[in-house]
């Protein structure tokens, strides 16, 4: 064996005994993963993506996979020269919007997902929040037409499936008691789910490498947070345009018992497996 092939085997063994203690850590726990449409830039990204979802479940961790899709929505209603707008971070959804926007979320985008999933080697699941009434919702306010606030999470098909060894997958549609859907913003879905669930970790995977203090200059990043300094982020309005409703929901899902949180870019290769298995770090890290 060459000297070459001798030291590159030495580092692989090196960051695999790194990451043991962090994959104990974890084994047996629940991480909320919230994976974002603007992260989701191309097919070969989303499949490495699923590859390292894949190892966290292969090493007994337990994934649940909230996803985006904000882009594919946008793509799928110009297709349908139906007009978008935006009300506070959130997407105005009529009745037609809403038929197009369940089936984006819970058909094509859930469902790339899933197979990606598969071809990694992962037991995956995918379904929205309709189904088994896990997003109980209702209307947020009569001038975003049918955006849903979640009410109640009904974790029951969520424990079932991670228990038989699944990873489900879920769209952010959400239903009431009438059977109406509507549709909710992916961050407070997921830190609803990872807030319900008791979740050891909440990761929000997203287009910038965590809270910037100067959302221009990336090396500007804020390695560690507490949730009074994100209130006051919010306040001081360094936070703008989706990292708003980022920090409520997760601001939102410690009063409810969430201890961890971090956002981290999800378009860097394995940045989730830096972030979890490395004394490093990689995104923004916040506690409660
Ligand atoms: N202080 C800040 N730090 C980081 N990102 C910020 C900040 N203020 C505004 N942003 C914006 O928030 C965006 C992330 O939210 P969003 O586009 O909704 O992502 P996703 O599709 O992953 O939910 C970033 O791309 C950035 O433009
Ligand atoms: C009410 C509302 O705005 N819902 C979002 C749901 C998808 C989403 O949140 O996707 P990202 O995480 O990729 O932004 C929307 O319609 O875009």
Redesign the pocket.
């Known amino acids: 064996m060459s000297d070459l092939v001798d030291q590159a085997s030495q580092k692989q063994a090196a960051l695999l005994l790194e990451a043991l203690p962090y994959m104990q850590k974890y084994a047996g726990r629940t991480i909320v993963v ?6 989701m830039t191309d097919d070969q990204l989303k499949l490495s993506v699923m590859r390292d979802l894949s190892l966290l479940q292969t090493v007994g961790i337990k994934i649940v996979l909230v996803h ?1 899709g ?2 594919a929505i946008n793509r799928a209603m110009e297709q349908a020269n139906r007009e978008t707008h935006f009300i506070d ?1 959130l997407r105005y959804t009529d009745e037609a919007d809403l038929q197009l926007i369940n089936a984006v979320l819970s058909g094509e985008v859930n469902k790339s997902l899933v197979a990606g999933l598969i071809k990694s080697g992962a037991k995956a699941v995918g379904f929205s929040g309709v189904d088994g009434s896990l997003i109980q919702a209702k209307q947020r306010s009569a001038k975003l037409g049918y955006v849903g606030d979640v009410m109640k999470i009904n974790p029951d098909l969520l424990t079932l499936t991670l228990d038989q060894g699944y990873m489900p997958v879920i769209a952010s549609i959400g239903v009431d008691s009438d059977g109406q859907l509507y549709n909710i913003n ?2 407070t879905a997921a830190a609803e789910i990872a807030a319900a669930l008791g979740a050891q970790s909440f990761v ?12 221009t200059d990336p090396d500007s990043l804020y390695r560690e947070l507490a949730v009074p300094e994100l209130q006051a ?1 919010i306040a001081s309005e ?9 920090l409520k929901a997760i601001i939102q899902a410690m009063r409810a018992g969430l201890h961890q949180a971090v ?1 981290l870019d ?1 378009r860097v290769p394995h940045a989730l497996l830096l972030e979890l298995f490395s004394d490093r770090g990689y995104g923004s890290l916040i506690s409660d």
């Open positions: 919230k994976y974002g449409g603007n992260a985006g904000g882009p971070g992916a961050d929000l995977m997203t287009n910038v490498r965590g809270i910037l203090q100067d959302p982020l360094t936070i703008q345009g989706g990292m708003i409703p980022k956002i999800g």
